[in-house]
C-alpha cells in the first residue's frame, strides 16, 4: 500500500515502476495528485498493466501519540475506490475486503 502526499506521488511512483510486475495488485491511498494515473501512464510505457486500486480517501485515522507510538483511529465506513483498468474493479474490492473486513462490501 503506498500512502504519501502528492508533491511525493512523482518521485515514488517513478521509483516503484522498474519493479512492478504484471500479476501485481498495488493498493493506493494518493487521495489528490493523480498519482495513480501516473504510475498507470509510466508503466504503461513499459507494457506493464498491474491492478491499481486507488483509495478515495485514507481508511484509518491515525496520530502521533508520542515517542515510538502511534494511536490508531477506528476504520472509515463506505471508502469509494477505483481500479486501473477499470475491469477489474470486482477484483480490486475482493482484495480490499479481504485486507479491511467490509468497509468496502
Known amino acids: ?3 504519501a502526499p502528492a508533491f511525493a506521488h ?4 517513478s521509483a516503484l ?5 504484471p500479476e501485481q495488485k498495488i493498493v493506493m491511498n494518493t487521495a489528490t495528485g493523480f498519482g495513480s494515473l501516473f504510475l498507470s501512464r509510466i508503466l504503461a510505457d513499459r507494457n506493464v498493466r498491474p491492478t491499481i486500486i486507488d483509495l478515495a480517501t ?3 485515522m491515525s496520530r502521533i501519540s508520542g515517542p515510538n507510538r502511534v494511536r490508531l483511529g477506528t476504520l472509515k465506513p463506505g471508502v469509494d475506490f477505483a481500479t ?5 474493479g470486482e477484483a480490486g474490492g475482493m482484495l480490499l475486503t479481504k485486507l479491511f473486513s467490509d468497509l468496502f462490501d
Open 58 to 60: 485514507i481508511v484509518r
Open 17 to 21: 515502476a522498474p519493479h512492478a510486475l
Open 10 to 13: 512523482r518521485a515514488l511512483m
Open 84 to 88: 486501473i483498468p477499470a475491469e477489474r
Open 1 to 3: 500500500m503506498i500512502a
